[in-house]
Protein backbone atom coordinates (compact mmCIF):
# COMPACT_ATOMS: atom_id res chain seq x y z
CA UNK A 1 0.00 0.00 0.00
CA UNK A 2 1.33 3.78 -1.11
CA UNK A 3 0.70 6.65 1.19
CA UNK A 4 0.88 10.54 0.14
CA UNK A 5 1.27 12.52 2.81
CA UNK A 6 0.64 16.31 1.33
CA UNK A 7 1.83 18.75 3.76
CA UNK A 8 1.02 22.59 4.45
CA UNK A 9 2.42 24.58 7.57
CA UNK A 10 -0.62 27.02 8.71
CA UNK A 11 -2.60 23.94 10.45
CA UNK A 12 0.40 22.76 11.72
CA UNK A 13 0.33 22.61 15.86
CA UNK A 14 1.10 26.08 17.27
CA UNK A 15 0.67 28.23 14.21
CA UNK A 16 -1.38 31.22 14.46
CA UNK A 17 0.99 33.91 12.96
CA UNK A 18 2.43 34.65 9.22
CA UNK A 19 5.74 34.78 10.89
CA UNK A 20 5.90 31.32 11.88
CA UNK A 21 5.33 30.54 8.97
CA UNK A 22 7.53 33.00 6.20
CA UNK A 23 11.27 32.20 5.45
CA UNK A 24 13.31 34.67 6.75
CA UNK A 25 11.37 35.54 10.10
CA UNK A 26 13.11 34.60 13.19
CA UNK A 27 9.84 32.58 14.58
CA UNK A 28 9.97 29.98 11.05
CA UNK A 29 12.80 27.84 12.21
CA UNK A 30 10.83 26.49 14.94
CA UNK A 31 7.88 25.87 13.28
CA UNK A 32 9.79 23.92 10.33
CA UNK A 33 10.58 21.86 13.74
CA UNK A 34 7.10 21.12 14.45
CA UNK A 35 5.70 20.64 11.31
CA UNK A 36 8.42 17.73 10.59
CA UNK A 37 7.09 16.50 13.96
CA UNK A 38 3.29 16.32 12.89
CA UNK A 39 3.86 14.66 9.56
CA UNK A 40 6.46 12.32 11.60
CA UNK A 41 3.20 11.56 14.27
CA UNK A 42 1.21 11.08 10.58
CA UNK A 43 3.87 8.55 9.36
CA UNK A 44 3.95 6.55 12.12
CA UNK A 45 0.78 6.17 12.46
CA UNK A 46 0.06 4.96 9.13
CA UNK A 47 3.10 3.03 8.92
CA UNK A 48 1.99 1.36 12.38
CA UNK A 49 -1.43 0.62 10.28
CA UNK A 50 -0.02 -0.77 7.72
CA UNK A 51 1.23 1.04 5.01
CA UNK A 52 4.41 0.14 3.35
CA UNK A 53 5.15 3.22 1.47
CA UNK A 54 4.70 6.35 2.12
CA UNK A 55 6.00 10.11 0.36
CA UNK A 56 5.87 13.48 1.81
CA UNK A 57 5.64 15.99 -0.39
CA UNK A 58 6.03 19.87 1.04
CA UNK A 59 3.59 21.99 -0.06
CA UNK A 60 3.84 25.28 1.73
CA UNK A 61 5.77 28.18 0.07
CA UNK A 62 9.05 27.24 -2.00
CA UNK A 63 8.65 23.86 -0.85
CA UNK A 64 11.68 23.40 1.66
CA UNK A 65 9.96 23.56 5.14
CA UNK A 66 10.60 20.12 6.44
CA UNK A 67 13.71 19.28 7.89
CA UNK A 68 14.42 15.82 5.99
CA UNK A 69 17.48 14.72 8.52
CA UNK A 70 14.57 14.85 11.17
CA UNK A 71 12.13 13.34 8.63
CA UNK A 72 11.11 9.43 9.49
CA UNK A 73 13.09 7.09 7.53
CA UNK A 74 10.09 5.10 6.27
CA UNK A 75 9.13 8.18 4.19
CA UNK A 76 10.51 9.80 1.15
CA UNK A 77 10.39 13.46 0.78
CA UNK A 78 8.98 15.50 -2.36
CA UNK A 79 10.71 19.17 -2.21
CA UNK A 80 10.80 22.35 -3.93
CA UNK A 81 8.84 24.19 -6.07
CA UNK A 82 7.57 23.24 -10.28
CA UNK A 83 6.47 19.76 -10.01
CA UNK A 84 3.50 19.65 -12.41
CA UNK A 85 1.16 18.79 -9.12
CA UNK A 86 1.93 21.28 -6.63
CA UNK A 87 1.33 20.62 -3.35
CA UNK A 88 -0.19 17.31 -4.45
CA UNK A 89 3.22 16.13 -5.93
CA UNK A 90 3.47 12.67 -6.55
CA UNK A 91 -0.05 11.17 -5.76
CA UNK A 92 0.44 10.04 -10.40
CA UNK A 93 3.30 7.27 -9.07
CA UNK A 94 0.32 4.49 -7.96
CA UNK A 95 -0.83 6.77 -4.68
CA UNK A 96 -3.76 4.17 -3.29
CA UNK A 97 -4.90 7.53 -0.60
CA UNK A 98 -3.90 10.49 0.73
CA UNK A 99 -3.51 12.11 4.15
CA UNK A 100 -3.28 16.62 4.34
CA UNK A 101 -1.31 17.52 7.07
CA UNK A 102 -1.46 21.19 8.28
CA UNK A 103 -4.05 22.67 5.91
CA UNK A 104 -6.08 25.35 6.63
CA UNK A 105 -9.69 26.89 5.92
CA UNK A 106 -10.25 28.52 2.52
CA UNK A 107 -10.44 32.44 2.44
CA UNK A 108 -13.18 33.70 4.09
CA UNK A 109 -13.73 31.07 7.00
CA UNK A 110 -14.43 32.63 10.37
CA UNK A 111 -12.88 31.46 13.30
CA UNK A 112 -10.00 29.64 10.96
CA UNK A 113 -6.04 30.29 11.50
CA UNK A 114 -4.70 32.10 8.75
CA UNK A 115 -7.36 31.18 6.10
CA UNK A 116 -6.81 31.70 2.73
CA UNK A 117 -7.08 29.98 -0.87
CA UNK A 118 -3.36 29.73 -2.64
CA UNK A 119 -2.56 32.70 -1.96
CA UNK A 120 -4.19 35.36 0.73
CA UNK A 121 -3.24 38.32 -0.88
CA UNK A 122 -4.20 37.80 -4.34
CA UNK A 123 -6.94 35.06 -4.59
CA UNK A 124 -10.43 35.81 -2.43
CA UNK A 125 -12.24 33.13 -3.60
CA UNK A 126 -12.40 29.34 -5.96
CA UNK A 127 -15.41 27.71 -6.92
CA UNK A 128 -15.26 24.08 -8.63
CA UNK A 129 -18.01 23.30 -10.51
CA UNK A 130 -20.10 26.03 -8.09
CA UNK A 131 -18.59 24.42 -5.28
CA UNK A 132 -16.79 26.86 -3.20
CA UNK A 133 -13.49 25.27 -2.01
CA UNK A 134 -10.48 26.13 -0.62
CA UNK A 135 -6.51 24.50 -1.20
CA UNK A 136 -8.80 21.56 0.73
CA UNK A 137 -10.73 21.15 -1.94
CA UNK A 138 -8.89 21.81 -5.14
CA UNK A 139 -5.64 19.31 -4.04
CA UNK A 140 -8.71 16.93 -3.47
CA UNK A 141 -9.79 17.09 -6.61
CA UNK A 142 -6.61 16.58 -8.06
CA UNK A 143 -6.15 13.62 -6.46
CA UNK A 144 -9.97 12.47 -7.04
CA UNK A 145 -8.43 12.38 -11.19
CA UNK A 146 -6.23 9.75 -10.36
CA UNK A 147 -8.65 7.75 -7.88
CA UNK A 148 -6.84 8.95 -4.73
CA UNK A 149 -9.10 9.23 -1.72
CA UNK A 150 -8.25 11.81 1.01
CA UNK A 151 -8.71 9.83 4.41
CA UNK A 152 -6.78 12.38 6.87
CA UNK A 153 -6.87 16.00 7.69
CA UNK A 154 -5.58 17.86 10.00
CA UNK A 155 -5.53 21.42 11.42
CA UNK A 156 -7.88 24.18 12.98
CA UNK A 157 -11.41 23.03 13.91
CA UNK A 158 -12.68 24.96 11.03
CA UNK A 159 -10.46 23.10 8.11
CA UNK A 160 -11.64 20.05 9.82
CA UNK A 161 -15.48 21.00 9.29
CA UNK A 162 -14.99 22.04 5.96
CA UNK A 163 -13.43 18.87 4.97
CA UNK A 164 -15.73 16.82 6.70
CA UNK A 165 -18.38 18.79 4.51
CA UNK A 166 -17.05 17.71 1.20
CA UNK A 167 -15.25 14.48 1.63
CA UNK A 168 -17.91 12.53 4.19
CA UNK A 169 -15.87 10.07 5.75
CA UNK A 170 -12.33 11.77 6.38
CA UNK A 171 -10.44 11.64 9.76
CA UNK A 172 -9.95 14.80 10.91
CA UNK A 173 -6.99 15.76 13.44
CA UNK A 174 -7.83 18.89 14.95
CA UNK A 175 -4.40 20.44 17.03
CA UNK A 176 -5.57 23.86 17.78
CA UNK A 177 -8.66 25.49 18.51
CA UNK A 178 -9.25 28.89 16.55
CA UNK A 179 -11.02 31.99 17.82
CA UNK A 180 -9.76 34.14 14.92
CA UNK A 181 -8.01 34.56 12.09
CA UNK A 182 -4.68 34.86 14.46
CA UNK A 183 -5.73 33.34 17.68
CA UNK A 184 -6.07 29.67 18.82
CA UNK A 185 -6.37 27.40 21.72
CA UNK A 186 -3.54 25.37 21.38
CA UNK A 187 -2.32 21.86 22.23
CA UNK A 188 1.14 21.02 23.81
CA UNK A 189 2.60 19.35 20.71
CA UNK A 190 3.11 15.69 22.81
CA UNK A 191 -0.88 15.55 22.64
CA UNK A 192 -0.98 17.00 18.97
CA UNK A 193 1.28 14.32 17.77
CA UNK A 194 -1.18 11.59 19.16
CA UNK A 195 -4.06 13.25 18.15
CA UNK A 196 -2.20 13.16 14.33
CA UNK A 197 -0.78 9.48 15.08
CA UNK A 198 -4.06 8.21 16.22
CA UNK A 199 -5.91 9.91 13.62
CA UNK A 200 -3.57 8.55 11.01
CA UNK A 201 -4.04 5.11 12.56
CA UNK A 202 -7.85 4.61 12.57
CA UNK A 203 -7.70 6.82 8.30
CA UNK A 204 -5.47 3.73 7.62
CA UNK A 205 -7.95 1.01 9.40
CA UNK A 206 -10.88 2.71 7.80
CA UNK A 207 -9.42 2.34 4.16
CA UNK A 208 -8.61 -1.35 4.82
CA UNK A 209 -12.33 -2.24 5.97
CA UNK A 210 -13.35 -0.34 3.00
CA UNK A 211 -15.21 2.92 5.02
CA UNK A 212 -13.09 5.79 4.31
CA UNK A 213 -13.83 9.03 2.46
CA UNK A 214 -13.96 8.23 -1.34
CA UNK A 215 -11.90 10.36 -4.43
CA UNK A 216 -13.72 13.63 -4.46
CA UNK A 217 -14.77 12.99 -8.61
CA UNK A 218 -15.89 16.00 -10.46
CA UNK A 219 -18.59 15.19 -13.07
CA UNK A 220 -17.89 17.05 -16.39
CA UNK A 221 -17.91 19.86 -17.53
CA UNK A 222 -15.47 21.15 -15.41
CA UNK A 223 -15.09 24.65 -14.44
CA UNK A 224 -13.77 26.84 -12.21
CA UNK A 225 -14.34 29.93 -11.19
CA UNK A 226 -12.18 32.28 -9.31
CA UNK A 227 -12.25 35.76 -7.60
CA UNK A 228 -9.23 37.60 -7.72
CA UNK A 229 -8.55 40.51 -4.86
CA UNK A 230 -8.89 43.66 -7.39
CA UNK A 231 -8.88 44.69 -10.89
CA UNK A 232 -5.33 45.23 -10.85
CA UNK A 233 -4.50 41.55 -10.27
CA UNK A 234 -7.94 40.58 -12.61
CA UNK A 235 -5.99 43.06 -15.39
CA UNK A 236 -2.75 41.20 -15.06
CA UNK A 237 -4.71 37.36 -15.14
CA UNK A 238 -6.37 38.67 -18.41
CA UNK A 239 -3.26 37.58 -20.37
CA UNK A 240 -4.05 33.34 -20.13
CA UNK A 241 -5.56 32.33 -22.75
CA UNK A 242 -8.49 30.62 -22.41
CA UNK A 243 -9.87 33.00 -18.98
CA UNK A 244 -12.85 34.07 -19.62
CA UNK A 245 -13.80 37.54 -17.72
CA UNK A 246 -16.69 37.47 -15.76
CA UNK A 247 -16.57 40.60 -14.21
CA UNK A 248 -13.84 43.06 -12.75
CA UNK A 249 -12.00 40.77 -10.41
CA UNK A 250 -13.47 36.95 -11.39
CA UNK A 251 -12.69 34.27 -14.34
CA UNK A 252 -14.10 31.80 -15.53
CA UNK A 253 -11.74 28.51 -16.37
CA UNK A 254 -13.04 25.59 -18.52
CA UNK A 255 -10.92 22.49 -19.55
CA UNK A 256 -11.57 18.76 -20.14
CA UNK A 257 -9.80 17.45 -16.84
CA UNK A 258 -9.01 18.48 -13.18
CA UNK A 259 -5.46 18.35 -13.52
CA UNK A 260 -5.38 20.91 -16.77
CA UNK A 261 -7.82 23.04 -14.60
CA UNK A 262 -5.33 22.89 -11.79
CA UNK A 263 -2.47 24.04 -14.68
CA UNK A 264 -4.92 27.03 -15.87
CA UNK A 265 -5.33 28.06 -12.28
CA UNK A 266 -2.03 28.11 -11.34
CA UNK A 267 -0.78 30.11 -14.39
CA UNK A 268 -3.52 32.77 -13.41
CA UNK A 269 -2.13 33.27 -10.18
CA UNK A 270 1.44 33.35 -11.07
CA UNK A 271 0.57 36.00 -13.63
CA UNK A 272 -1.05 38.19 -10.92
CA UNK A 273 2.31 38.35 -8.81
Same mark, same amino acid.
Given at each position: ????????? $???????? =???????? %? $??????????????????????????????????????????????????????? !?????????????? %??????????????? &???? #???????????? =???????????? &?????????????????????????????? !?????????????????????????????????????????????????? #???????????????? %????????????????????? %??????????????????
Amino acid at each position: MKLLIATDM $EGITGVMH =WDQVTPGH %D $EYPRFRKLMTHDVNAAIRGAADAGVEEIIVTDGHWFGYNIIIEELDPRAHLISGT !GGPLAMVEGVASGV %DCAFFIGYHARAGSQ &NAIL #DHTWSSSRVHNV =WLNDILVGETGV &NAAVCGQFGVPVIMISGDQTVAAEASALLP !GIETAVVKTASARMSAECMPPEDSEQVIYSTAYKAIQKYHAGKSASPFAL #DPPLTMKVELANTELA %DRAALLPGAVRLDGRTFGLKT %DTIVNLYHSFQGLVQLTR
